[in-house]
């Protein structure tokens, strides 16, 4: 299976931990989006990744959030100190596209967040 | 705010029969749109796109329209299954500028048999 894969698929933090998420993107694929997702909710956008840039964090929060797409290895989105409002989905998605015109996102089943 | 929304938060359909799941959006400059169905527990998953300088894209056994005069967008389910049962969110490019995509709140379709 070439799709995206995420993991783990469930994290139990307690409050003031550190939260890992890990995204490892289609085959191919050199774009990465983090959105998070709360119950009954539709995905919010918070960053968008290219290897070792990134593009866009304007939905990531100023502070205890970071991300990375490092040249080798899956994108990694932090959560430090994690509070029990972190409690969410965590979704990366993946395209080919280049510069050209947005397209079609592939997304991994998630990372469900639960902040004891 | 949001600039997608959807009119109906649950639709309830029989097996066999169409269904249509409506979406709005408020920024006439968002220039592409895409569909997707999340199952329980699962993530989003394609279903079908459409820019904007189309009206109607259709796939199988889906067909989405796009009304920029009225800034609405709707998918056309057709024979529908029980497979079918599932969260359908509407998302947009909003900046031409950027990759994000904007969701909206979603739509749950419930297929009786």
């Known amino acids: 299976n070439a799709g995206v894969m995420q993991n783990p698929r469930h994290l139990v933090r307690r409050r003031g931990q550190e939260a890992r998420l890990r995204c490892s993107p289609m085959k191919g694929h050199s774009h990465v989006y983090w959105y998070r997702q709360l119950p009954e909710e539709g995905l919010k956008f918070m960053v968008y990744?290219?290897?070792?840039?990134?593009?866009?964090e304007s939905g990531m929060p100023k502070e205890r959030f970071s991300a990375e797409f490092p040249k080798e290895g899956p994108s990694i989105l932090r959560i430090q100190q994690v509070v029990r409002g972190d409690s969410a989905a965590y979704f990366c998605?993946?395209?080919?596209?280049?510069?050209?015109?947005?397209?079609?996102?592939?997304f991994g089943p998630g990372t469900r967040l639960t902040v004891l | 705010g949001e600039s997608v929304g959807l009119h109906l938060p649950t639709l309830s359909v029989q097996e066999g029969d169409n269904s249509i799941i409506n979406c709005a959006y408020s920024n006439s400059a968002s220039d592409y749109f895409i569909w997707y169905k999340q199952e329980s527990g699962k993530g989003p998953q394609f279903i079908i796109d459409?820019?904007?300088?189309?009206d109607k894209r259709q796939g199988q056994r889906v067909t989405v329209l796009l009304n920029k005069t009225v800034k609405h967008l709707s998918l056309q389910i057709a024979a529908t299954q029980p497979g079918d049962s599932a969260v359908y969110f509407c998302?947009?490019?909003?900046?031409?500028?950027?990759?994000?995509?904007?969701f909206g709140s979603g739509t749950r379709l419930q297929v009786q048999p």
């Open positions: 998605a993946s395209s080919g596209y280049g510069d050209s015109k947005i397209g079609e996102q592939f």
């Open positions: 998302a947009e490019n909003i900046d031409t500028g950027r990759r994000a995509l904007t």
């Open positions: 990744l290219q290897k070792e840039n990134i593009i866009d």
């Open positions: 459409i820019r904007s300088n189309m």
